[in-house]
């Protein structure tokens, strides 16, 4: 099969189903106990690989990466999704433990397959979920060697909370100090080291990864990051789940991320950071309310967002190809596909039950208000 295949509708000649290879999730979070048993299902659907971050917990080592590995197998097998075992994938948190020889055992194995670096920051300060608990770059030489010789990749979530002087920085201009103030001097000092920018917002960002012509240094992409603005804190109901880090930002940085994912581009590879939380955690205040934006449907809103910048050419490249090709995994088979329905009533899923919590986890773009995200496709069940 030759994909993608669309079919339209005879007389507007607008899609009405397509079928594309199975894409990947290099970019997830799946959270502990009664949480991760309600998200995982939905989180898993669709995909050929997904990539776990290790900020629940945090996971530290190899020995509580496997751990947390089975707990999501075994989620995965009661499902029926067998054939979803060997593409979940185990990142773990870069702090002081992460020594030489550890890398040097993760470069020997298959579940466990990088190093995720969060921001640094006081305990007064708000980085991201999870994080605060890691260490500076600047303080990893060891480390970053041992990546470079084995070819371990570095992942990151590349802000600063807060200036060299201190100085906390606002939300709008964390990561792009980053990547003036540290990212630049770390490509320097470090050549053939492996980076995905996970999360990239920022133009700052793009620059960043597109200066690399050598394929180490990629991007993740997230559909909030391609679909929004600051300005949608503003204007939507469920602004609360927009509420993510990074956050989103100007229309330029908006534009500039969008025209990279979506340019075919082997550097751009399809991340969504879906992160699930309890709605009771999100429905605060907005500055109170937990970061992250659930996304079981986020291979809905990728598909749209590329129909609308008229790129599906690309779209198997950013979802399908670039992140297997980069992980050094086996790309999708021809006939190992997904088929995606225009959908304008059930296209932004139902809020996920959580009966264990007598609570529900609500996706990007629900609401019962009249502003409800309106995508206009859905993967077929």
Same mark, same amino acid.
């Given at each position: ?25 290099f970019h997830a979070h799946f959270r502990r106990d009664a949480l991760m048993h309600a998200v995982t299902p ?79 920051? =006081? ?84 620059e960043f990864i597109k200066a690399d012509t050598s394929g180490r240094t990629v991007g993740t992409f997230t ?30 940085? =908006? ?29 605060? =205040? ?38 297997? =090709? ?10 190992d596909t997904i088929t995606i329905r225009c959908e304008t009533e059930h296209d932004i899923p139902e809020p ?30």
């Amino acid at each position: 099969m030759k994909t993608p295949e669309i079919v339209r509708d005879e007389a507007s000649g607008k899609p009405i189903k397509i079928t594309v290879l199975r894409p990947s999730n290099f970019h997830a979070h799946f959270r502990r106990d009664a949480l991760m048993h309600a998200v995982t299902p939905l989180q898993l659907r669709g995909y050929k690989y997904v990539l776990a971050m290790p900020n629940t917990g945090p996971i530290r080592t190899i020995k509580e990466a496997l751990v947390y590995h089975n707990e999501l197998a075994a989620i995965a097998i009661s499902e029926g999704f067998n054939d979803k075992l060997s593409g979940i994938l185990m990142t773990l948190y870069h702090t002081a433990d992460i020594t030489p020889a550890v890398i040097e055992q993760i470069a020997k194995q298959h579940c466990v397959r990088a190093v995720k670096h969060y921001p640094t920051h =006081r305990a007064n300060q708000e980085g991201t979920t999870g994080s605060g608990l890691g260490r500076p770059l600047e303080a990893a030489d060891d480390m970053l060697r041992a990546m470079e010789e084995t070819g371990v990749p570095l992942l990151g979530h590349f802000e600063a909370v807060e200036d060299k002087h201190g100085r906390e920085l606002p939300h709008s201009e964390r990561e792009g100090y980053f990547v003036d103030n540290y990212l630049w001097d770390l490509r320097q000092k470090y050549p053939k080291l492996r980076i995905c920018f996970e999360h990239c917002s920022t133009k700052k960002g793009v620059e960043f990864i597109k200066a690399d012509t050598s394929g180490r240094t990629v991007g993740t992409f997230t559909p909030q990051h391609l679909w929004f603005t600051t300005d949608d804190f503003n204007r939507f109901s469920w602004r609360n789940h927009l509420r993510c880090m990074p956050y989103v930002k100007t229309e330029e940085d =908006r534009a500039a991320v969008t025209d990279f994912a979506t340019s075919g581009d082997m550097r751009a590879i399809a991340g969504d950071d879906t992160a699930p939380h309890l709605s009771a955690a999100k429905n605060k =205040r907005f500055e109170e309310a937990a970061c992250g934006c659930y996304l079981p449907h986020a291979i809905a809103l990728y598909i749209a967002k590329f129909i609308e910048s008229k790129a599906m050419k690309n779209y198997e490249y950013f979802a399908c190809l670039n992140g297997p =090709r980069w992980w050094g995994l086996p790309i999708p088979a021809d006939h190992d596909t997904i088929t995606i329905r225009c959908e304008t009533e059930h296209d932004i899923p139902e809020p996920t039950p959580v009966p264990e919590e007598d609570e529900f986890v609500i996706p990007l773009g629900w609401t019962t208000e009249q502003d409800k995200l309106k995508i206009g496709y859905a993967l077929q069940q």
